[in-house]
């Protein structure tokens, strides 16, 4: 009878542990279908392109968002070749590439029946340039999910600063009106002729209706359902990591307190103070999933800091340690990295950016496309096992990030002797956690354990790596 009565208490308690646990994991905060790719996609690159690249001088972010360019004309790349960009950017691993359709100018590298300044007004191709579509059709071509960058917050030529057409009175009214329409036109075309995108990135963010700027969530939403929106006060589908270092602050968790997060002004306090610490972490205890993205300009070594091509630039480049550095705190720290690059006045990525990318490229897949060991499991333990002693300098660690953060705490060790000797420990997983470690670490027998859980881990990679 006492038997009875404990296998019963026994299983009472089992099914209330299983129970606990699928209600935790319910209610977890899980990615949509367009964050889950977007992680997995890992690496990105965002192509910078308009009118100034060709004026010869030295880019300023404030004067080409308040003085129009006084000849739409210089625009002339002679050796234009965007699958030689889209091209580099396969050679550097990238998953996904993105180009500026308009920037700060105004300047659509499109034809647009909403936007009257665009290239089908150049000498350049007799204005039958769509820079756009050949490099979507150079993406497809080569695995490469494409992007839009579209910057409708400022614009030079039509006097829009902040959202905000200038002038006083009825004038500006109409004016602000017929801005947003055409706006909202160019996003349109964009969506709609040009097949499936994978991200859509607006510069500084897109407002909200409500404010009195154009209103384009809807229509991303309606013709480009699988593409991830980056972002306006309405909705944040990823967040900027709170600079342009390419690198985010660990713990990074994916999750955010906000559904939005707004830019400058517009931005909730708890975002920007603290030197922007929320962008740069994310919240634990978060409500909304709203994954980190780390963004840097390939030529941003020696005091540079260049997202369009400039004369004269060649030495900004990052050295290849430095971007293996960058990737293993971005990426490696479960933030998507988008690496800006910078295609010249001829209208090619310049040699030396190419050479660095593709190194970058083959960097990467050297330290960690083969791992001395490899397991996955379901639990809170993970082991591996070699044949003997081997020195250990990486270790990686991902979970299944559909199924939200789980793995809230761990400890990886190693077992030297007899003894087993901790060598990591951290908090947030997520999609990807890349470590090296302090000290290389020799031994044949090494386990994580998951300290803390909101539910049942789900390791899907826990590997070891030599990169000596």
């Not at 004026?55 to 972010?61: F, H, I, P, V």
């Not at 739409?72 to 396969?90: D, Y």
């Not at 096992?385 to 953060?405: R, S």
């Not at 302090?438 to 090494?446: L, R, S, V």
Request: charged residues 20%.
């Amino acid at each position: 009878m006492n038997f009875r009565k404990l296998l019963y208490q026994f299983t009472f308690l089992l099914l209330t542990c299983t129970q606990a646990i699928s209600i935790n994991a319910q209610n977890l905060v899980v990615p949509n279908a367009r964050q889950v790719a977007w992680q997995q996609a890992e690496l990105g690159v965002v192509f910078h392109y308009d009118l100034h690249v060709f004026d010869g001088k030295k880019y300023s972010q404030t004067r080409n968002r308040l003085e129009p360019m006084p000849d739409i004309q210089i625009f002339n790349p002679e050796k234009l070749n965007v699958e030689q960009w889209v091209l580099s950017a396969k050679a550097m691993g990238a998953k996904f590439a993105i180009i500026t359709a308009t920037h700060e100018t105004g300047f659509a590298i499109f034809p647009s029946k909403y936007n009257p300044y665009n290239v089908s007004q150049l000498s350049f191709k007799d204005g039958k340039a769509d820079l756009l579509k050949d490099f979507v059709e150079a993406c497809r071509k080569h695995g490469i999910k494409p992007g839009v960058y579209v910057g409708i917050r400022w614009n030079s030529f039509f006097g829009v600063h902040d959202f905000k057409v200038d002038g006083t009175g009825q004038m500006q009214k109409n004016r602000q009106e017929y801005y947003n329409r055409m706006a909202e036109g160019m996003v349109q075309e964009i969506c709609t002729n040009y097949g499936e995108l994978f991200e859509i990135w607006f510069d500084g963010g897109a407002s909200h209706p409500d404010k009195g700027a154009p209103n384009v969530l809807p229509i991303v939403q309606k013709y480009q359902p699988n593409c991830l929106f980056y972002h306006n006060d309405q909705l944040a589908e990823a967040r900027w990591a709170g600079s342009e270092s390419g690198t985010v602050g660990y713990p990074n968790w994916s999750t955010f307190t906000y559904n939005f997060t707004g830019s400058g002004e517009s931005a909730p306090k708890p975002i920007s103070e603290n030197n922007y610490y929320l962008l740069k972490h994310g919240d634990p205890e978060g409500k909304y999933f709203v994954p980190a993205m780390s963004d840097a300009p390939l030529r941003g070594a020696n005091g540079r800091h260049e997202w369009f091509w400039e004369p004269g630039d060649e030495n900004s480049v990052y050295p290849l340690n430095e971007l293996v550095d960058m990737y293993c705190k971005s990426v490696g720290r479960n933030s998507t990295l988008i690496m800006g690059i910078t295609p010249d006045n001829t209208g090619l990525v310049p040699k030396g950016d190419a050479k660095r990318m593709e190194e970058f490229g083959e960097k990467i897949k050297t330290l960690f496309d083969i791992p001395l060991a490899k397991t996955q499991t379901e639990g809170k333990q993970a082991r591996l096992q070699l044949k003997g002693n081997k020195a250990v300098n990486y270790i990686m660690i991902q979970e299944d990030i559909a199924l939200g953060h789980r793995i809230s705490e761990f400890i990886v060790e190693a077992k030297i002797g007899k003894q087993w000797k901790e060598i990591d420990r951290g908090t947030a997983v997520g999609h990807k956690y890349i470590k090296k470690l302090a000290q290389t670490c020799n031994a044949k027998e090494f386990r994580l354990t998951v300290l803390q859980a909101k539910a049942t881990p789900k390791i899907i990679n826990f590997s070891i790596y030599d990169t000596e």
